[in-house]
């Protein structure tokens, strides 16, 4: 066990593929036994670069439980952390973790010396590939060919294979490289990341944009990796706790890409497994439409996840902040896929937008409750909801705004709400 806030605290390690470290595996269900827990919670972090930081993560968010759970009489709650291989950018300010790195001023866009790490360890570029991104950002050329150069590269380290397919590769991997560029670069000068002074002239103001291109492509193999991670990893580790004896009742939550990973183990729950009581998505990184079983743009279609609510006793619930740039602006521009009808200024939230921005759409019987409103016994016995967070979930500075603003106290109680463990 790590040194934690909570106890009993375990961690579930897997790799990029969702293969889990055996032997945390194995400690967990045997300790979740010996320690004759009635209730697991399950946390899984974001974006992160390592261990060390998932770790905080989770000793700030758990930190409230232990008082919360005074008063519930008659249970034995248990934590888990899941550490699998995600980025952050470390020029993005994180509320409750300041970073020097990440509180200069504005300027040039540029590769930090631990962005740069991250790239190859995480995303497994290579050195060289690392060193010429930087190159080429340091140098903001005016010639085309050193912006398409870049491009190329940021889109060579997408992950576009694997075991989680997507329908329809976004355009921010098939569209015209100087067009994509004018779109994040005006998406920044949007949410105020920079100020306009700082663009510069002709083609050097699109670099602003075409660092913006590599983030995303960056969280795009990271969406795509949580996928894996909850459906190949974490699923099939529920099931094994379901044979535990006595069996907890499995609470799960999970941050930005991490929402993604636990709400993708429903995927990968055995046959037999039985149903998780609990399942809390703060600040979603992934569609709207996860759930919905039939797409309102496509009828033929249903949500990824549409339906896979039923193997959740308890709620589904999706808290969501207005204050949530990273979702609210930069996530549907960078999801969208190629259509006649998208523009720059046109970009349509209502089919591209993320599930952590306005809430899950189209599921059947979706409560839609104020924080404070679930704070007051209003989430559903069973079902979806969405709870606007935005009340506490409002802190972050440019571009991703309030979206790594989790740790309230507000959300801790939230989780234990819909298990069912406090009333």
Not at 213 to 220: H, K
Not at 256 to 265: E, H, K, T
Request: hydrophobic share 45%; proline share 7%; glycine share 12%.
């Amino acid at each position: 066990m790590a040194d934690m806030c909570v106890r009993p605290y375990w961690e579930l390690a897997f790799d990029s593929g969702g293969d889990v470290d055996p032997a945390a595996r194995d400690a967990l269900v045997a300790g979740v036994a010996r320690e004759n827990l009635t209730d697991l919670v399950v946390f899984a972090h974001g974006w992160n670069n390592d261990r060390p930081r998932a770790t905080r993560l989770y000793d700030r968010f758990f930190a409230p439980f232990p008082d919360l759970l005074r008063a519930a009489d008659g249970v034995r709650v248990g934590y888990a952390g899941v550490i699998w291989p995600s980025m952050h950018f470390a020029d993005e300010p994180v509320p409750d973790f300041p970073d020097r790195a990440a509180a200069t001023a504005p300027g040039p866009p540029a590769l930090d010396v631990r962005t740069r790490r991250a790239l190859v360890d995480v995303l497994l570029c290579e050195e060289a590939v690392a060193d010429r991104l930087a190159e080429l950002l340091d140098g903001r050329s005016e010639d085309p060919a050193r912006l398409a150069e870049f491009v190329a590269l940021a889109r060579g380290l997408m992950d576009t294979g694997g075991r989680e397919p997507d329908t329809d590769p976004p355009l921010l991997l098939t569209g015209d490289a100087r067009v994509v560029c004018e779109d994040f670069t005006a998406a920044l000068a949007q949410v105020g990341v920079v100020p306009p002074e700082l663009f510069g002239g002709g083609l050097k103001k699109l670099w602003h944009g075409a660092h913006e291109l590599l983030r995303q492509a960056s969280y795009y193999t990271m969406k795509r990796r949580a996928g894996t991670v909850g459906r190949e990893g974490l699923g099939p580790v529920l099931g094994r706790l379901a044979g535990a004896s006595p069996a907890p009742r499995v609470h799960l939550a999970g941050h930005s890409f991490g929402a993604r990973l636990v709400a993708y183990a429903l995927r990968g729950l055995p046959e037999g497994a039985g149903r998780v009581a609990s399942l809390t998505l703060l600040q979603g990184a992934f569609s709207q439409f996860a759930f919905a079983s039939r797409l309102p743009f496509d009828r033929k279609r249903g949500g990824a996840l549409g339906g896979l609510q039923r193997r959740v006793d308890g709620p589904v619930v999706c808290c969501h902040s207005r204050r949530d740039t990273a979702l609210g602006v930069l996530y549907p521009l960078a999801s969208r896929v190629a259509r006649d009808d998208d523009s720059l200024l046109g970009v349509d939230r209502s089919r591209w937008g993320a599930i952590g921005y306005e809430g899950m759409r189209a599921v059947d019987g979706c409560a839609a409750l104020s924080l404070g409103q679930a704070m007051d016994g209003g989430l559903p016995a069973t079902g979806c909801a969405n709870v606007d967070a935005s009340d506490v979930v409002r802190r972050g500075e440019p571009p991703s705004g309030a979206h790594s603003d989790i740790c309230h106290r507000e959300l801790a109680r939230l989780i234990l709400l819909a298990g069912r463990i406090v009333r």
